[in-house]
């Protein structure tokens, strides 16, 4: 499929990364929902699945395009224009914004899709500035690495698809829930969603037929500002 050839499952799949986000961000406003912090456990993985399939549709070894270099761009604007939204929703969180961590999956996920030289450098970069800054990095090592194997598991479908899964059950590994809780239901069901994320992504993407959804597009940047600004006025207002 070509890069610009809308694929309405990938579509959806961004929606759901959307509403799923916002879902696990309105307990900042009303503590009393911090159940959906589970529901949220399905956002990352969805936009790591959004940036492998952007990737899987690249020619590969073209890594040099407009395409490309405007995508990063655009992931690297708003790395820096979400960090102020982000600790204003979260003043006390010990990482920064999910941005980053994305940016830096992009950049792994280019190195696996576009072999060689040039792919295997920007991997490498890419990965060594996640272990850097590891403690301040949302999702961690494992979360950057994420989009390259889902990108894996799009190309060689099967057994592969249980790598991003233990992947994404890694990546929340951090998370106080899991830490302070230990084995309690609560935790289990986080862990239970995280590992379920990326294969329930990966089915819809896969689905067969087409159907009409509101398309994507580059709107859907400052939506993770914007939902966040919007989240910090309306706990300010109440």
């Known amino acids: 499929m ?11 799949i961004k929606w759901l990364a959307m509403l799923t986000m916002l879902l696990d961000h309105l307990r900042y406003v009303w503590p009393d929902t911090e159940w959906l912090f589970i529901v949220g456990r399905l956002a990352f993985p969805l936009f790591c699945l959004g940036i492998a399939a952007n990737v899987a549709r690249s020619q590969s070894g073209a890594l040099y395009t407009e395409d490309n270099v ?15 939204p982000y600790r204003l929703l979260s003043s006390d969180s010990s990482t920064i914004n999910v941005m980053p961590s994305l940016l830096l ?19 490498l970069a890419g990965a060594a500035v996640a272990v850097l800054i590891q403690e301040r990095l949302m999702y961690g090592v494992f979360g950057t690495l994420l989009p390259a194997a889902l990108l894996l598991a799009i190309q060689r479908p ?29 935790t289990l069901l986080i ?3 995280a590992f379920a994320a990326p294969l329930l992504g990966l089915l819809l993407l896969r689905r067969p037929g087409h159907f009409k959804i509101w398309p994507v597009k580059r709107w859907g940047y400052w939506f993770y500002p ?13």
């Open 158 to 186: 099967g057994l592969v698809w249980l790598l991003p899964a233990a992947l994404c059950v890694m990546a929340n590994s951090r998370n106080r829930w899991l830490a302070e809780w230990e084995l309690q239901p609560f």
């Open 191 to 193: 862990v239970a969603v």
């Open 105 to 123: 999956g992009l950049l792994i996920a280019w190195g696996a899709h576009h072999r060689g030289r040039d792919g295997f450098v920007l991997a």
């Open 70 to 84: 405007r995508y990063l761009g655009w992931m690297a604007a708003f790395a820096v224009i979400s960090e102020l």
């Open 2 to 12: 070509s890069l610009h050839t809308r694929d309405t499952n990938l579509d959806l």
């Open 226 to 238: 914007g939902h966040l600004a919007a989240l910090h006025l309306i706990r300010s207002l109440g």
